[in-house]
């Protein structure tokens, strides 16, 4: 029951891949650089650098984990803060705070696609 079209791929797949780039044009893209379609060079080694990348930011939290646990508790001591309000509250708004200030410079530049980007930002989180 699968409509294929001459080189074997889905033709669904091929017209859902239409509307959507007729969609990204009627954003109002001013970049003409996103026109070309890019392929990936060397598959295996992106996959490869990704999965560095992954094992290096795995080994990067583990070793900062502990001695922010230590920072948390010298805080919460020094500041007379529970520990948990300090960990729930102040801790996910600092780490969050660079997405909210490029969502706001995203935002103040009052394009359709800028504006679009803003809330993709926001409900991202």
């Known amino acids: 029951m699968k409509d294929f079209d001459k080189s074997g791929n889905n033709k669904y797949i091929h017209e859902y891949y239409e509307e959507t780039k007729r969609e990204h044009d009627l954003l109002g893209d ?3 650089e996103d026109d070309e379609e890019e392929g990936v060079d ?3 080694g992106r996959t490869i650098k990704a999965v560095l990348y992954l094992l290096l930011g795995t080994f990067i939290a583990a070793a900062f984990a502990d001695p922010l646990v230590d920072v948390v508790g010298s805080f919460s001591t020094a500041t ?3 520990s948990f309000f300090i960990s729930f509250i102040f801790l996910p708004l600092a780490t969050n705070s660079s997405e909210a200030v490029s969502a706001i410079i995203f935002a103040t530049r009052k394009k359709q ?3 679009s980007l803003t809330f993709s930002e926001l409900y991202g989180q």
């Open 30 to 32: 001013d970049g003409a």
């Open 113 to 115: 696609r800028s504006a």
């Open 42 to 44: 060397d598959p295996r």
């Open 80 to 82: 007379s803060i529970p």
